[in-house]
């Protein structure tokens, strides 16, 4: 199905892949920070502890994930949607 709709993207083919690779890339910095967040909790779990430092990392890690999920997703939709005007354009 995926290759019928690229049959009519012509020149936008490369954006529409960009838009994917984007978009995925996005995916994956969504659910990033529940590792992290797991990476925080598991050692609470077991009675262990944990510096500073370990947990601040965590932290800003999972802020680093929220603001790379903004700027790839909203790319990704960017070239998307502009593919796919295009495309209806043509």
């Known amino acids: ?35 992290f967040v797991y990476q925080l909790i598991q050692p609470l779990l077991m009675r262990e502890t944990m510096s500073a430092e370990y947990v601040l990392w965590r932290v800003a ?3 680093a994930c929220a603001v790379l999920y903004a700027i790839f997703y909203v790319w990704g939709l960017s070239l ?11």
């Open 80 to 90: 998307s949607h502009e593919s796919a005007y295009n495309t209806l354009k043509i």
């Open 1 to 35: 199905m995926f290759q019928k709709v690229l049959e009519y993207t012509g020149e936008y083919r490369k954006k529409t892949y960009a838009a994917v690779a984007a978009l995925l890339v996005g995916i994956v910095m969504n659910v990033l920070p529940f590792w």
């Open 61 to 63: 890690a999972i802020a």
